[in-house]
């Protein structure tokens, strides 16, 4: 399964520590093309739903179902940007965002 910078899968982030984001969330493939396809690391923001968030801020992005494919308006959380390995996107993506002019390398 390629793995692509725009993809969104869904992940359960628990055991979490402290304040992270926990439980099943989406999350944003943001690495480029050339390290997905390694078998190490990703780099990924996480979402919740845009209910969740009443303020945007510059490091927020947030995207409507028309945008992801998700059922819901999602947030994705810049500020909570991590690296998950590879092996835990075990599930086909579940939607991606435009990757109309995203570099990729």
């Known amino acids: 399964m390629p793995i692509r910078r725009g993809d969104i899968y869904f992940v359960n982030l628990n055991p ?3 304040r992270e984001p926990a439980g099943q969330r989406p999350v944003l493939i943001l690495s480029i093309d050339s390290i ?3 078998p190490l690391v990703v780099t ?3 979402g919740t739903k845009g209910d969740n968030v009443s303020r945007d801020y510059p490091t927020n992005v ?3 179902p028309a945008e992801t494919g998700l059922p819901m308006e999602t947030v994705f959380l810049g500020f909570s940007g991590t690296l998950l390995g590879s ?3 075990y599930e086909p993506s579940c939607g991606a965002c435009d990757r109309g002019g995203t570099p990729q390398n």
């Open 44 to 46: 990924v923001v996480v």
């Open 16 to 18: 979490v520590q402290g």
């Open 36 to 38: 997905n396809h390694l």
């Open 62 to 64: 947030r995207l409507s």
């Open 87 to 89: 092996q835990t996107l």
